[in-house]
C-alpha cells in the first residue's frame, strides 16, 4: 500500500495550523467590509462567518481542512469533517451543505483517497447536511477538510465575545488529542489511547449543540487547533472579562497527562503559548496540566459560558442524554487567563 498517510505530512491535525499571533498580525491591517447584513466576519473573527438574509435566517460559512493526523484513511476523513461541521455547531447553526477540498499524491492508492471522502460523507449526512461535490488538486502532502454552509436564526448567534461575569465555564469533551497522537506516534502510548482519542475526534458537536440551544448560551466557541488556553483567552479578550479555569477539574484524554508529564509536546505548543501565554497566569499549577491547556486539540468539544443558574438544569439535561459535560471553571470581572 506504500507509505503510511502521516509519513506524507510535517505535521497533521490542527496543530498544523498557521500561529495564532501571526494571523493576528496579519489580519491587522484588513478593513472589514461595510455591509450591514454580515453579523460576523473579520471584526472581530469568529469560529465562522454569518450573513444575514432576513430576520428569521442566516447563513453561516465556514472552511476547515489539514493533512493526516492518523493513518486509517476513513479515521481521516470522518476527523476531517467532523472539524469543518463543528464550527457550524460553535456558531449555534446546523449544516447544509459541504464541498470537498482535497489535496492528495497521485502515486495515493485510489482506495485510499475513496475511504477519506466516504467517511466525510457519512459525517456530512450524520451533521443532517449534503456533501454535494468540491475541488480536489495534486499536492505531495495529502490534505483534506470540507466548506460547510449552515443555517442560523438571526437572534440565535452563538459568539465567542458574550462571556458575562457570573458565568460558568464548561466543556463538552475531554482534552490531549495532541498529546496522545504524539504519544503514540513516539511509542509511549498504545492502541488503546489513540483508539480513545480518535473516537472522540470522529464524534461531532451536533447532539451537544442541539442540547445547548434551549439554555441560550453567553459566549460558545470549539476548542481546536489553539488549545483550551487560545480559546479561551480569544473569548476572554473579546468578552473583556477574566476566566478562572480550575486546572484539576480539565478532563483529560486516557494518556495525555502521561505524555505531558514526560516532557513531550507537540509543534503547536509553543505555538499557543506564543498566542496566549502572555495573557495567562498559572502559577503553582503542575506543568502537565498547564501543557494541557496549551495543548492543540482536532475536533475537540464546544466551550461554554453559562449562568451559574442554568448550569444544574443543563448537567441533569447532559447526563439524561449521556452526553460529556465538565464544568471547569467561572468568568469574572477583569481581564486574561488565570488558572487555578
Known amino acids: 500500500m506504500g507509505a503510511k498517510l502521516t509519513d506524507l505530512t510535517a505535521g497533521g491535525g490542527c496543530a498544523a495550523k498557521y500561529s495564532a499571533a501571526k494571523l493576528q498580525e496579519l489580519l491587522?491591517?484588513?478593513?472589514?467590509?461595510e455591509a450591514k447584513n454580515l453579523l460576523v466576519g473579520l471584526s472581530p473573527a469568529d469560529d465562522a462567518?454569518?450573513?444575514?438574509?432576513?430576520?428569521?435566517?442566516?447563513?453561516?460559512?465556514?472552511l476547515d481542512f489539514f493533512p493526516p493526523l492518523v493513518d486509517d484513511p476513513e479515521d481521516f476523513g470522518a476527523i476531517a469533517a467532523t472539524n469543518a461541521l463543528n464550527d457550524v455547531?460553535?456558531?449555534?447553526?446546523?449544516?447544509l451543505l459541504a464541498l470537498s477540498i482535497a489535496a492528495f499524491p497521485e502515486e495515493l492508492p485510489i482506495e485510499t483517497v475513496?475511504?477519506?471522502l466516504r467517511a466525510a460523507d457519512e459525517q456530512v449526512r450524520a451533521a443532517g447536511a449534503?456533501?454535494?461535490?468540491?475541488?480536489?488538486?495534486?499536492?505531495?502532502?495529502?490534505?483534506?477538510?470540507?466548506?460547510?454552509v449552515g443555517m442560523v436564526h438571526p437572534d440565535g448567534i452563538w459568539p465567542k465575545n458574550g462571556a458575562r461575569p457570573g458565568d460558568a465555564v464548561l466543556v463538552t469533551k475531554p482534552l490531549g488529542t495532541g498529546l496522545v497522537l504524539h504519544g503514540f506516534n513516539k511509542g509511549v502510548?498504545?492502541?488503546?489511547?489513540?483508539?480513545?482519542?480518535?473516537?472522540?475526534?470522529?464524534?461531532?458537536?451536533?447532539?451537544?449543540a442541539d442540547v445547548l440551544r434551549a439554555f441560550s448560551p453567553n459566549a460558545v466557541t470549539d476548542v481546536t487547533g489553539f488549545g483550551l488556553l487560545g480559546h479561551a483567552h480569544e473569548t476572554a479578550e473579546r468578552s473583556g472579562v477574566r476566566i478562572v479555569l480550575e486546572s484539576e477539574r480539565s478532563p483529560a484524554l486516557p494518556g495525555a497527562l502521561e505524555v505531558a508529564a514526560r516532557g513531550e509536546r507537540t509543534g503547536g505548543d509553543p505555538r499557543?503559548?506564543?498566542f496566549a501565554g502572555a495573557h495567562v497566569s498559572a502559577d503553582g499549577v503542575p506543568e502537565d496540566l498547564v501543557a494541557?491547556?496549551?495543548?492543540?486539540?482536532?475536533?475537540g468539544g464546544l466551550l461554554v459560558t453559562l449562568p451559574r443558574d442554568k448550569v444544574a438544569a443543563l448537567e441533569a439535561e447532559f447526563r439524561s442524554r449521556d452526553l460529556f459535560l465538565a464544568r471547569i471553571g467561572r468568568v469574572e470581572e477583569g481581564a486574561g487567563i488565570v488558572v487555578v
Open 189 to 208: 502510548l498504545g492502541r488503546e489511547e489513540l483508539d480513545e482519542a480518535v473516537r472522540w475526534m470522529r464524534m461531532l458537536n451536533k447532539d451537544a
Open 292 to 299: 494541557l491547556g496549551y495543548d492543540p486539540q482536532t475536533a
Open 28 to 33: 491587522a491591517g484588513f478593513i472589514p467590509p
Open 89 to 95: 455547531f460553535a456558531m449555534g447553526g446546523s449544516p
Open 114 to 116: 475513496a475511504a477519506v
Open 272 to 274: 499557543n503559548r506564543d
Open 49 to 62: 462567518a454569518v450573513y444575514k438574509l432576513d430576520d428569521e435566517r442566516a447563513i453561516v460559512f465556514t
Open 130 to 148: 449534503l456533501l454535494a461535490g468540491g475541488h480536489t488538486i495534486r499536492d505531495k502532502e495529502p490534505k483534506y477538510g470540507l466548506a460547510v
